[in-house]
């Protein structure tokens, strides 16, 4: 976020961070679809999980990567996955308090 154009920065939340998945597909009509299937590989490894997370900022759930931020390798991040309907509800609206 840093590095887009606009005055935005990270700010330390209380733990736990919660940290969202992302998928990715191929389709079954797919043009090329040995360059999609090569793309989908690269995409998944560490080296594309450490350009989002050097380059660009993100947090990604990849082991071992992370963003340039202080400290946040020893942060506690849940995926969302691995929470509960209740639980997502809760943090969520924990969240959501912050931007009130």
């Known amino acids: 976020i840093t590095k887009a154009p606009a005055p935005l920065d990270w700010a330390r939340v ?5 940290g969202t998945p992302r998928g990715i597909g191929l389709t079954s009509v797919a043009s090329h ?3 999609a299937k090569v793309f989908v590989d690269f995409w998944l490894s560490e080296d594309a999980m450490k350009m989002l997370a050097e380059k660009v900022g993100e947090y990604v759930l990849y082991p ?3 963003p340039p931020i202080e400290g946040i ?3 506690l991040v849940l995926p969302v996955r691995m929470l509960s ?3 997502i509800e809760y943090w969520g609206n924990k969240f959501g308090k912050i931007f009130e």
């Open 14 to 18: 209380k733990q736990p961070l919660l």
């Open 33 to 35: 679809p040995n360059a």
């Open 64 to 66: 071992g990567v992370y």
């Open 73 to 75: 390798e020893g942060a």
């Open 85 to 87: 309907d209740e639980e």
